[in-house]
């Protein structure tokens, strides 16, 4: 089954997009109506959030007064994670229950308003933003609610802007002009995500102990505390690449949304040195799968980059990462270079950066030597640990047995 993410903001006419979706056969799903089932009265996460916050929370019904309840976490980050440990694991248990049932060539579209602000949307092989330019957004608000442009504009300032949102998604439907014109785009996604789902191309596998070795050779320090060991060992005790809980990583800590961590924290080291895990998990996920690896490495830049040069850079080194950790062959990098670095700067909107690209072809030109690979990297202003560890260098120690054991679990997590 092909798991793809839908999302949108307030009034962008996500819910048409879902409709045609469903109207084209593939399964759909509401996280937010899955929310406001698991919280109702006899539901799963009831009694859990009625007993965590108490009656100034409860309607004189019994139920959960939501306004309640989100002016109570608004504005209290402690309240707002509690509630998001009581509520999550119920809607992910529901979810995992609807989409246990799908045929494994079908397609499952999750729709959810939160999914990127939530750091959940790398749980999805594909993630679909619907956008809309503010200015009609504004007008459908006044249109459908009846509220006040003031109003309108707050409720638009409190949601994560449309134009940043649009750049986490692998498809992007702007639905801003005529029906026409937004059903000729979701068309499209739908004879795309078909032809993904069926792909019956048996996958690439990454042998445990090349990854293990690539992990060991490779850059030891990641930026602002998000170090390689230490990145796998949150996937493998989350079971996803959750990025709220990468953001608890950082260091110094960020206390708010995570796509907003880089605007506070201070960076010490570039976002290629997360290229190899982030590769590791990938390939666990979604075997050689290129687009669902660069969704993947761009997130995790952004935890503690803006610079779109940067994020191009981590995209580009987490590409010739899974190749390598796919193929074994190191010399290999310089024929799909081109394409990786095209592929970069289309998702981040600038070419990566010279010394990820002096890593990459110094790793093809010294493979198997990965020492001579790092001398060549650091010499031309490069990466040089990157450069080792896709140049299929040697761990000077015998691998730890918990370390095997931890990439091998990062492999074998479920796919997307």
């Not at 009625?50 to 959960?64: M, N, P, Q, V, Y």
């Not at 939501?66 to 509520?87: N, S």
């Amino acid at each position: 089954m092909l798991k793809v993410g839908l999302t949108g903001g307030i009034a962008s006419g996500k819910s048409h997009v879902l409709r045609r979706l469903a109207g084209a056969g593939f399964q759909t799903l509401d996280l937010d109506a899955v929310a406001r089932d698991v919280m109702a009265p006899g539901g799963t996460a009831y009694g859990d959030v009625a007993g965590a916050f108490g009656k100034r929370i409860l309607a004189e019904d019994g139920s959960i007064d939501r306004k309640a309840l989100g002016e109570h976490v608004f504005g209290d980050a402690a309240a707002r994670r509690r509630l998001e440990a009581l509520v999550h694991p119920r809607i992910r248990e529901a979810e995992a229950r609807y989409l246990s049932s799908g045929a494994p060539d079908s397609v499952a579209v999750v729709d959810a308003a939160l999914l990127v602000e939530s750091g959940q949307h790398l749980r999805f092989a594909r993630l679909v933003v619907v956008f809309c330019e503010p200015r009609e957004q504004i007008r459908r608000l006044l249109a459908r609610d009846g509220i006040s442009e003031t109003a309108a504009r707050a409720r638009l300032d409190a949601q994560m802007p449309p134009l940043d949102k649009k750049r986490f998604g692998h498809f992007v439907i702007d639905n801003s002009r005529a029906p026409a014109e937004t059903d000729a785009q979701v068309d499209a996604v739908i004879a795309t995500l078909r032809s993904l789902a069926a792909d019956h191309a048996p996958p690439p596998r990454v042998p445990v102990a090349r990854a293990a070795t690539a992990v060991a050779v490779g850059p030891r320090r990641g930026p602002c505390g998000l170090h390689p060991w230490g990145v796998l060992g949150e996937i493998a005790a989350a079971g996803a690449l959750d990025m709220a809980r990468m953001a608890a990583l950082l260091d110094p800590p960020h206390d708010g949304p995570w796509h907003l961590a880089s605007h506070t924290t201070t960076r010490d080291e570039a976002p290629e040195a997360l290229a190899v895990p982030v590769a590791l998990w990938s390939a666990g996920q979604r075997p050689g799968d290129a687009p669902f690896a660069i969704a993947a490495a761009a997130s995790m830049a952004r935890l503690t980059h803006r610079d779109p040069a940067a994020l191009s850079g981590a995209v580009l080194a987490a590409l010739a990462a899974l190749h390598f950790l796919t193929t074994g062959d190191p010399s290999s990098l310089r024929i799909g270079l081109a394409e990786w670095i095209a592929a970069a700067a289309a998702w981040a909107g600038a070419a990566p950066p010279p010394p990820t690209v002096a890593a990459l072809l110094a790793a093809a030109a010294h493979a198997g030597d990965g020492e001579a690979a790092s001398r060549e990297a650091a010499a031309a202003a490069g990466v040089p640990d990157l450069a080792r560890a896709l140049a299929g260098g040697t761990a000077k120690a015998p691998m730890e047995p918990e370390r095997l054991e931890l990439v091998a679990r990062v492999l074998g997590e479920g796919g997307a």
